[in-house]
């Protein structure tokens, strides 16, 4: 069975950058995207950036110039920078679309003023 596990959140200060990892037990996993989703306060989770299988990067307007996708064979990352509060919220990793077994514990990141 396949495993997705986040790592990488933490404290940061508003204007400072985090990078958090997305680590596929599987390397023989097959995908065709993967994507960063995130459950901000009082919202719903949704995608943040995705990559497909060929390196194709997509962003929500939100963070589209902050964050940036990129994949290392199992490990998936998101570099974000320039944080701000409003990014404070539980980050996840999965398939695009999602498959529900694959959700993880999440990383929770807290943007601070």
């Known amino acids: 069975q396949v495993q997705l596990a986040e790592s990488g959140g933490g404290l940061v200060q508003a204007g400072g950058s985090l990078r958090l990892s997305c680590i596929i037990s599987?390397?023989?996993?097959?995908?065709?995207?993967i994507a960063w989703y995130r459950q901000t306060p009082g919202k719903q989770r949704e995608w943040v950036a995705r990559?497909?299988?060929?390196?194709r990067t997509s962003y929500r307007d939100f963070v589209a110039g902050r964050f940036t996708i990129s994949r290392d064979k199992n490990t998936v990352y998101l570099l974000m920078n320039d944080l701000k509060v409003e990014d404070t919220g539980d980050y996840y990793c999965?398939?695009?679309?999602?498959?529900?077994?694959?959700w993880g514990q999440g990383v929770q990141v807290i943007v601070s003023t």
């Open positions: 999965n398939q695009d679309p999602p498959i529900r077994l694959y």
């Open positions: 599987r390397v023989d996993f097959s995908y065709n995207t």
């Open positions: 990559i497909t299988r060929g390196g």
